[in-house]
């Protein structure tokens, strides 16, 4: 599951100002089958990875499915900024 976290800061990263204020962390779920990651980032980065109406957050979470699909697992991402 750590490969999961990698995958999605190689995603995450090109697109932010400050690549070194990013950090990604895998948290505990309810369910087993789904893997929990939080994005955190500065506020101006967290926007852009958001997009207009959600439009780039949905890719991510679309790409991410994707490379999920290996593991059968379901990935739900959550961006916060500090």
Known sequence: ?????????????????????VSIKQMPSLDENEVLLYVYAKS?????????????ATALRKMMAVASMVNDYRISIKFESY
Do not use: W
Not at 1 to 21: G, H, R, Y
């Open 44 to 56: 101006d980065d967290i926007a852009r990875l958001i997009g207009r109406q959600g439009s780039m």
């Open 1 to 21: 599951m750590e490969d999961l976290t990698k995958v999605l800061f190689n995603l995450v990263e090109p697109m932010v100002d400050e690549p070194n204020s």
